[in-house]
């Protein structure tokens, strides 16, 4: 009779902890971009390089706010086809020197 009451476990993460583990990881991505636009920096002076990072950069701190805001599988999705784009975009670039 009590088994009728009780509601079915939850799967999962909750949705405090979906958003701060994609909180971690738009700030974890911006991070390593950033590092990763110094880098390049160094060794290329491109203007497409920049702007190429500059997205990513923008991507990450979209995906940031999207998650705060609760809407973490479009900041995943954000996160996840924008830098895709842009790692494509500049391997892209590179096959073309």
Known sequence: MSEANTAPERQGLTPRQARRVRIVLSATIMIAVGAALA???GSTHSVLTMGFYGVALILSG???VLSKAGRT???TAVLGAGVALVLA???AVASLR
């Open 62 to 64: 979209s995906a940031l």
């Open 89 to 91: 975009a500049e391997w």
């Open 73 to 75: 599988r479009v900041a």
């Open 39 to 41: 880098l390049r920096l």
